[in-house]
């Protein structure tokens, strides 16, 4: 079992920034993949970014040049460093590893950008 961390988030103005932290309970070792996703009211969750253990990364098209995944291997952390936030990008952000083929999620934290 793999414990999520989640911390980072908050009321933010548009065109402001915002850096979220997500630390897994285990060591990186075993986990081949770290994403960030988000959920808005009435909306489905989505992608937002995905890093691989390797360092491969995955951007949704909507949020590429804003924002950047990064990690951790020796904390066994996810960042997600946001800038230029719009009204958009309000929601709840959740983390998600996948350690052994199964995914572990994070309770999320939210998100709001407003002016």
């Known amino acids: 079992q793999v414990q999520l961390g989640e911390s980072g988030g908050g009321l933010v103005q548009p065109g402001g920034s915002l850096r979220l932290s997500c630390a897994a309970s285990?060591?990186?070792?075993?986990?081949?993949?770290r994403g960030w996703y988000r959920q808005a009211p009435g909306k489905q969750r989505e992608l937002v970014a995905d890093i691989t253990s390797s360092g491969i990364t995955n951007y949704a098209d909507s949020v590429k040049g804003r924002f950047t995944i990064s990690r951790d291997n020796a904390k066994s952390t996810v960042y997600l460093q946001m800038n230029s936030l719009k009204l958009e990008d309000t929601a709840v952000y959740y983390c998600?590893?996948?350690?052994?083929?199964?995914?572990?999620w994070g309770k999320g934290t939210l998100v709001t950008v407003s002016s």
């Open positions: 998600k590893v996948e350690r052994d083929g199964i995914d572990y």
């Open positions: 285990k060591s990186s070792f075993r986990i081949y993949r």
